[in-house]
């Protein structure tokens, strides 16, 4: 029955979105690039001066990260909705929170992770030092996760509307202001040499909290729109 | 023991319930707002350091107070509708989210106008202000939401969910918010001690409470009404209370 389990649903599933992503590369890059591009605009929009930017750089990062993750989520569930493969989904016999929690994973290892990867570069290119460009990915690698998860449940609300773009966003962004918080918080006060364990704490608490719940309230929220 | 629950939770019972409610509800309303104002307005002392430019307070807090429990009670009415698929409590969470926005933009408003001479600034950057204007656009968000979705069952039950992943998130924005930054002055009624406010001027405050809540009560009935029929537009009752109200005419 090794076949039929959840684990290897769950790995279909994974092994699946791969492959689209692969046959798609587009959908892998252009948010990436939405996200170097906002971040370059803003020393074009401030001056070059080195220390204004050191000191604006966790906040350009964190939001650009917000406006990009948000544009890239609707694609998450939109074209599986669409083909009939999400309904096929809800229908089978596995538990649908974990079939999604398995879509939210793929879909962070192709966008909130590679924004943690690219984040070094760009860190580097507003000046700010290696120690806080450590805690910046840091902050990344705890809070983009929780971004995909948050932003999954306001996707499933939508999916079945045909236009969607500005409403998700007026959805979503609301609810990432306590990441964003806590994220910028760490990387200025490791720029500054202070302590930043804390808001660390306090992003892997979030982070627990949504790997708990989000999931479950994103499988509701596709059924309610299914219908 | 349930049926008196399950009766007036059918739409045409709700209609005709608050239909004889909404005037008294009405009346009540009028009459706290008449006896706030006034002993908020000619027979509360002058504050010693704030002078009259306090008394904008008796039309702020209440609805900085109100921002909140009409966000709790849409999202409990949200919660009921989605668990036991109670038509008129889905009906009553749609109704709130206008009035919830419209108090919390009350309250951000004259807020504002208070601040312009006490802290020499329209705006600050406070951490109660901020997590009321976030809550300001978790009810856009809903209101627009609501509005995308054409289905009236579906936009329920979306909108439950949303407004209950935003109640998880309301506290965890409150105090990362301020944990941000506060300037704002501290709690002086919900203390546990003593409260820090005068009775004379805690009397006229009190009264502008109920007087919001008992007004909520009321709006929040004409809306669900006009809702519930707007729903229930091809059932029976409502047709023959068309054609009715239409031979009257």
């Known amino acids: 029955m090794s076949h039929n389990s959840l684990t290897s649903a769950c790995a279909a599933v994974l092994r699946r979105d791969f492959t689209l992503i692969m046959r798609h590369r587009n959908d892998l890059i252009n948010p990436i690039t939405f996200f ?46 669409e083909d009939g493969t999400l309904e096929q989904m809800i229908m089978s016999h596995h538990s649908t929170t974990a079939l999604v929690m398995a879509k939210i994973f793929a879909h962070w290892l192709v966008t909130g992770f590679l924004v943690t990867i690219v984040a070094a570069l760009l860190g580097t290119l507003l000046h700010l030092p290696l120690k806080a460009i450590w805690v910046l990915q840091l902050t990344l690698l705890f809070g ?56 660390l704490y306090f992003l892997a608490a979030l982070l627990v909290l949504s790997l708990t719940l989000a999931p479950i309230a994103t499988a509701a929220s596709l059924r309610i729109s299914m219908g | 023991m349930f049926e008196p629950f399950y009766k007036y939770a059918s739409g045409q019972h709700f209609y005709k319930l608050s239909k004889t409610l909404t005037p008294w509800f009405g009346g009540i309303t009028a009459l706290l707002l008449i006896g706030g104002l006034y002993t908020g307005l000619f027979l509360a002392p002058a504050d010693y350091q704030q002078g009259d430019s306090y008394r904008i307070m008796f039309i702020h807090v209440p609805s900085a107070w109100m921002s909140m429990f009409v966000y709790m009670v849409m999202a ?76 009236r069952r579906t936009a329920a039950r979306a909108g439950a969910v949303l407004a209950l992943v935003g109640v998880i998130n309301i506290p965890i924005i409150h105090y990362s918010v301020e944990w941000w930054n506060t300037l704002h002055q501290g709690p002086t009624v919900t203390k546990f001690d003593t409260p820090s406010i005068h009775t004379s001027m805690l009397i006229p405050l009190l009264l502008m409470a109920a007087a919001f809540k008992t007004y909520f009560a009321t709006v929040l009935m004409l809306r669900a009404r006009c809702e519930i029929l707007e729903t229930e537009a091809k059932s029976s009752w409502v047709q023959n209370l068309a054609r009715t109200k239409g031979a009257e005419l």
Request: proline fraction near 6%.
């Open chain 1, 36 to 81: 170097v591009i906002i971040v370059s605009l803003f020393p074009l929009a401030l001056g070059p001066d080195p220390s204004t930017l050191r000191q604006l750089a966790p906040g350009i990062i964190w939001v650009a990260a917000l406006i990009s993750t948000t544009m890239s989520m609707d694609a998450i569930f939109r074209s599986d909705f």
């Open chain 1, 144 to 199: 983009t996760p929780i971004l995909s998860m948050v932003g999954a449940i306001a996707v499933a609300l939508t999916v079945g509307l045909p236009r969607s773009g500005v409403l998700l966003a007026l959805l979503i962004l609301p609810l990432y202001i306590p990441v964003l918080i806590f994220a910028t918080a760490a990387v200025n006060n490791a720029t500054l040499g202070l302590a930043f364990n804390g808001q």
């Open chain 2, 76 to 151: 409990s009415a949200g919660f009921v509708g989605l668990i036991w698929r109670v038509k008129v409590s889905d009906i009553v969470a749609r109704a709130c989210a206008p009035l919830g926005a419209s108090f919390t933009f009350l309250a951000l408003a004259t807020g504002s106008i208070w601040g312009k001479p006490m802290w020499g600034s329209w705006w600050v950057w406070d951490a109660r202000l901020t997590s009321e204007l976030i809550l300001l656009f978790l009810y856009l968000g809903y209101i627009a939401l609501q509005s995308a979705i054409e289905d």
